[in-house]
């Protein structure tokens, strides 16, 4: 199982991005999808995850600016974030909980990361 992310980029302080994140290979249902992020010099942290029945659980740095959905027909979450602040530049990774058959155990998966800097 892969996780392909997509969308970082450099914008300024009170704009606007989209991270896209696509699961592909030998998946027969993900559970949990979300994202974590990571700064420099700190560890990584959960942003938003979303379960497989909708239901987001997200830090309370970005309630209210950022939005998670998820598609799963295309095996794909979204970020959406809005209202950024310098403070929100990391790294931001991709994760997923995926059973690879119906009578496997679910398994954790990373992307690579997208980059996500905001100036000021």
């Known amino acids: 199982v892969q996780l392909q992310a997509s969308g970082g980029g450099l914008v300024q302080a009170g704009g606007s991005l989209r991270l896209s994140c696509a699961a592909s290979g030998r998946i027969f249902s993900i559970n949990t999808m979300g994202w974590y992020r990571q700064a420099p010099g700190k560890q990584r942290e959960l942003v938003v995850v979303?379960?497989?029945?909708?239901?987001?659980t997200s830090a309370d740095s970005v309630k209210g600016r950022f939005t998670i959905s998820r598609d799963n027909s295309k095996n794909s979450v979204y970020l959406q974030m809005n209202g950024l602040k310098p403070d929100d530049t990391a790294v931001y990774y991709c994760?997923?909980?995926?059973?690879?058959?119906?009578?496997?155990?679910?398994?954790?998966?990373w992307g690579e990361g997208t980059q996500v800097t905001v100036s000021s």
């Open positions: 979303i379960s497989s029945g909708g239901t987001a």
């Open positions: 994760n997923a909980d995926v059973k690879s058959g119906i009578a496997t155990r679910a398994r954790n998966y």
